[in-house]
């Protein structure tokens, strides 16, 4: 029980941290949105809301259960997105608490979401184990996973889709994993202060992700997992910590 508060402690100062670190990020999209500036800004939105949709390409199995704290960042905006660069943004990224649950043929279904000035995501997915589970030491384990976000802020929506190919093979206190995939995300201005003739213009934009990873586990049902990624040729990380039954 003193482990699993932990755990939950660690959970909600991961979140917490992550969420005040982030939270003006998109200040400035109302004053500097333009039209050459939206496209950068969908590519990079869509590079963090894709990431984390996974840790593993093992299947949870029937009544498998999931729940932990997971976020996204990349290192810096593309250099055409003057919506943050020119707010100053560095590093950026997205958290979220995510629920996961194990179903019949090998598939997972999983929700996720956050709310924090302003910006309210949803999201939730599927994934497929390609081959049947086999937890024999260094077998590979190859999942698809498919995510899909709604995103809605006071400047402007989103949506974004994702797909990816995952691979991990290891031990269960020890698993690596590849993945490659792609982010489809379209972004809608609501509000321009500068310009008013961009509210209801919008951009959609088709993007590659590549992650590799690890997850480990410290303790029996819990894990920690970290990746690196490249989402659209800029370099980011994935992180998380939670609770797998």
């Known amino acids: 029980m003193h482990k699993k508060i932990v755990i939950f402690a660690a959970l909600i100062a991961f979140l917490g941290l992550s969420t005040a670190h982030a939270a003006d990020q998109y200040g400035g ?14 590519r990079d939105l869509g590079g963090v809301l894709g990431s984390a949709s996974f840790h593993s390409g093992r299947p949870l199995g029937v009544t498998g259960f999931d729940i932990g704290a997971h976020g996204g960042m990349q290192f810096r905006p593309e250099k055409n997105d003057r919506i943050l660069r020119d707010h100053n943004v560095h590093a950026f990224g997205v958290p979220w608490v995510q629920a996961e649950l194990g179903l ?48 809605t802020h006071s400047d402007f929506t989103a949506s974004h889709m994702g797909l990816n190919l995952v691979i991990s093979c290891g031990i269960p206190v020890f698993t690596p994993y590849l993945a490659a995939g792609v982010d489809r995300t379209r972004v809608v201005v609501r509000q321009a202060t ?13 993007e590659s992700r590549f992650t ?19 989402a659209h040729g800029i370099p980011g990380a994935d992180v998380g910590l939670g609770l797998r039954f």
């Not at 999209?29 to 969908?42: C, M, N, Y």
């Not at 956050?114 to 030491?137: E, F, K």
């Not at 029996?220 to 690196?228: E, H």
């Open 194 to 206: 500068t310009n008013p003739t961009m509210i209801g213009t919008q951009a959609t934009t088709t």
């Open 29 to 42: 999209f109302a004053q500097l949105v333009d039209d050459g500036s939206l496209k950068p800004f969908a």
């Open 104 to 151: 019949p043929f090998r598939m997972d279904g999983f929700i996720r979401g956050i709310s924090y000035q302003g910006l309210t995501i949803a999201g939730g997915g599927l994934r497929y184990g390609i081959r049947n589970v086999i937890d024999a030491p260094w077998t590979p384990q190859p999942l698809v996973s498919w995510v899909a976000h709604s995103v």
């Open 212 to 230: 590799g990873g690890v997850r480990v586990r410290p303790y029996p049902f819990t894990y920690l997992q970290a990746a690196m990624t490249l």
